[in-house]
């Protein structure tokens, strides 16, 4: 409705012109018509010498007839110039028109990209839009940045994941505790409904796959139940060593129900649980809608990260009983007891190196973990994705900036940055970042309170495979007011006369 007001009241004003240029050059033809008629009438006057008179001219209009045809120029040019000052008039309108149709069109498109770099990418261009061939791009474009975002979605939900895992993996627990706490995190991480791990079970019998923890309807249970190597689907994917998917579950597979009905998953994913091709075990999962692709190889990495885990602590049991099986040969032995103490002289040494190493590590782990704990003390630490959003923040972060956590995650880092700051720092910021190296500046943020605080800031993009994959920040407050915006313009005034350059010892993090 505002568009359509500004384009009559734009017309109106067109038009007003229009009539005003045309009457000027009426005007003007007739001033020049009279101007020619009088300069005529003039010059003959002046040259037969006679004095300037009704009767002269009378006369003159009878001895020469051309001036009846001068006295035409009046009308003749001010219809000349008349016609001359419409032609031109319409065709000022013609070309304001033009450019007026074509000033809409490119705020269209300069409101939809605005748009999409905000993040908006829900919405297409409007029907007012009449380039297709730029629409259709724009919106291949669109989808492109639609998949992308998914696609690294994906990738941190794994990424956090694995993590998770990892910690998991790392804490001191017997088999089947830990088989509990693996199965229970992937059954709720992955949003299924039922989970049970297999371990391979090696007995007087034979060897087959033992239960050792089923997880279902966030309650653990307890069930008992061994499967041969190769029998059911279970049995199958232990042998195949690839994974099984199954989309239509039989009604009698699954035999655990909830409280609430006897509804049977729709969906089945049997993993094989692989160290250095190896399989010591099956990861069975159960849905009541299909895993995609991402949550089928995360369950494959899971698999994979807890066969290794599994295997070290098989090994580890070997060799204790090894150890346990050669001492007492050593008492019935006596033939051997030189062979056999040298292979328990070569256990102990590896055992010693074994312990000296754990001693190391765990030096190690202190030393890292007093340096973590004077990082978190004194820097301001965060990260984020490609897009500048908030994944990470440490607790100086939160101190200095009086928000938490859950109010910064997910945020945008403009979400704290003062409006006093300088587009054109976080213009270079990103330019800089985006080649892959670090930069270093001045910014001034805002508290939650709305107070300032200044921080020198360095961020340092963090690459995989060769590819930017997220940036991490690292600040340090600068609790001098006067000191920190003299740094800041100083900064400023270099960024504006192009002097402004990245420290030639800046360097990238690679996480491979």
């Not at 003959?44 to 045809?69: E, Q």
Request: aromatic share 8%; charged share 25%; glycine share 6%.
């Amino acid at each position: 409705m505002k568009e359509t007001i500004s384009k009559n009241k734009a017309q109106r004003f067109l038009a007003l012109n229009s009539r005003k240029l045309k009457t000027e050059f009426l005007v003007i033809g007739c001033f020049l018509g009279v101007a020619l008629l009088v300069i005529s009438i003039a010059l003959d006057l002046f040259k037969n010498d006679v004095g300037f008179s009704l009767f002269a001219i009378k006369n003159l209009y009878h001895d020469n007839p051309v001036h009846w045809v001068i006295a035409t120029a009046p009308f003749f040019l001010g219809s000349l110039f008349y016609l001359t000052g419409r032609m031109i008039s319409e065709r000022e309108l013609k070309l304001e028109e033009r450019a007026g149709y074509e000033h809409r069109q490119f705020s269209i498109l300069q409101s939809y990209i605005a748009a999409l770099d905000n993040g908006d990418l829900g919405s297409d261009l409007p029907d007012t839009f009449d380039n297709r061939l730029v629409s259709e791009q724009l919106s291949r474009f669109r989808k492109k940045l639609i998949s992308n975002k998914h696609e690294e979605e994906k990738r941190i939900w794994e990424s956090e994941g694995l993590a998770r895992l990892g910690d998991m993996l790392r804490t001191q627990k017997d088999m089947a505790s830990l088989a509990d706490d693996v199965i229970r995190f992937v059954v709720k991480y992955c949003q299924c409904n039922q989970g049970a791990v297999f371990l391979l079970n090696e007995n007087q019998d034979g060897p087959n796959l033992e239960l050792t923890a089923c997880y279902a309807y966030d309650r653990k249970k307890h069930i008992s139940k061994t499967i041969p190597i190769g029998n059911g689907i279970v049995g199958q994917c232990f042998l195949e060593k690839e994974t099984i998917l199954l989309s239509e579950v039989p009604g009698d597979y699954v035999k655990i129900t909830s409280g609430l009905g006897m509804a049977t998953p729709a969906f089945l994913a049997i993993v094989p649980m692989k160290a250095k091709e190896v399989v010591v075990g099956v990861l069975e999962v159960a849905c009541f809608e299909r895993l995609d692709a991402s949550r089928v190889r995360f369950l494959e990495k899971v698999s994979e990260a807890f066969a290794s885990v599994v295997e070290s602590v098989t090994t580890s049991g070997n060799i204790k009983r090894l150890l346990s099986e050669s001492q007492r040969q050593t008492q019935a032995l006596r033939a051997q007891e030189e062979e056999l103490r040298q292979n328990v002289e070569e256990l102990q040494s590896i055992q010693e190196q074994l312990t000296r190493q754990l001693d190391e590590n765990q030096l190690m782990q202190k030393n890292l973990d007093t340096r973590e704990k004077v990082l978190a003390m004194t820097t301001i630490l965060s990260e984020s994705d490609l897009f500048g959003t908030i994944t990470y923040v440490n607790s100086k972060f939160c101190e200095v900036s009086q928000y938490s956590a859950e109010e910064l995650i997910g945020k945008g880092h403009n979400f704290v940055r003062h409006p006093d700051m300088s587009a054109e720092v976080f213009r270079v910021m990103w330019q800089t970042i985006k080649k892959g190296k670090v930069f270093q500046g001045i910014v001034k943020n805002r508290k939650k309170d709305g107070t300032p605080y200044w921080v020198d800031a360095v961020i340092v993009p963090v690459f995989e495979d060769g590819k930017i994959v997220k940036y991490v920040g690292a600040r340090y407050h600068i609790r001098d007011t006067v000191h920190a915006e003299k740094l800041y313009l100083r900064q400023l005034e270099k960024i504006m006369q192009g002097e402004f350059a990245v420290p030639a010892s800046s360097m990238s993090m690679n996480t491979n």
